[in-house]
């Protein structure tokens, strides 16, 4: 079946413009997770949707940073007034439900964000 | 804050050798731990978990080991394959947390045919 899926896969822009990343969830998983990934680092984690549930967005590292989801279905995350240091590979994962002592989370590709 | 930590950011080896990514954990009250391989332009992959009331588990060539006296987590993998060649993150879910992840800075390991 098809798993998660991301767009734009990459993206380039210019300091101080807004984008738009995509996450498309496998069908029927109700947790949905978006992290940051610079270069050679680990993932850092910025917003957890579970279900109708309000989402935790303790990681999200500035206001400029917001992140949408209807339902259990698509997610958006925002990135207004795009800085350089945002530059990072953008992850989304999904889950058939929020525990993930139980639950494997399943990553899309990506999308790699440059700014100029 | 606490972190999770890798000891050796490279490794190489031989294909065949067995292949061991450390990893150090300093939250103590996290109690599940995952191993995920990254590939280059894809997504983590999950290969192996680990919850903190075992000190081993295994899987297919893979086995993972972990120390909670001294906060340590290691993987092996058994006869590397060059596509074993990838970064390896380790992962716990953040003092006990039930959904949230903290991955540590990634091993990139190297098979040389």
């Known amino acids: 079946g098809a798993g998660v899926s991301q767009s734009p896969s990459n993206k380039v822009t210019e300091k101080g413009k807004d984008v738009e990343l995509r996450c498309d969830p496998i069908?029927?998983?109700?947790?949905l997770y978006w992290y940051r990934q610079r270069l050679g680092q680990g993932l850092e984690f910025l917003i957890y949707f579970q279900g109708n549930s309000a989402p935790d967005k303790s990681g999200l590292p500035s206001d400029r940073f917001s992140a949408e989801r209807t339902g259990e279905s698509v997610s958006t995350l925002t990135i207004q007034r795009t800085q350089q240091e945002d530059s990072a590979v953008y992850l989304c994962?999904?889950?058939?439900?929020?525990?993930?002592?139980?639950?494997?989370?399943?990553f899309g590709p990506g999308t790699r964000l440059t700014v100029l | 804050g606490e972190s999770v930590g890798l000891h050796l950011p490279t490794l190489s080896v031989q294909e065949g050798d067995n292949s061991i990514i450390n990893c150090a954990y300093s939250n103590s009250a996290s109690d599940y731990f995952i191993w995920y391989k990254q590939e280059s332009g894809k997504g983590p992959q999950f290969i192996i978990d680990?919850?903190?009331?075992?000190d081993k588990r295994q899987g297919q060539r893979v086995t993972v080991l972990l120390n909670k006296t001294v906060k340590h987590l290691s993987l092996q993998i058994a006869a590397t394959q060059p596509g074993d060649s990838a970064v390896y993150f380790c992962a716990e879910n953040s003092g006990g947390s039930n959904y949230k992840l903290t991955f540590g800075k990634g091993t990139l390991l190297t098979v040389n045919p």
């Open positions: 069908s029927g998983h109700t947790a």
């Open positions: 994962a999904s889950s058939p439900s929020g525990g993930i002592s139980y639950n494997e989370q399943f």
């Open positions: 680990i919850r903190s009331n075992m």
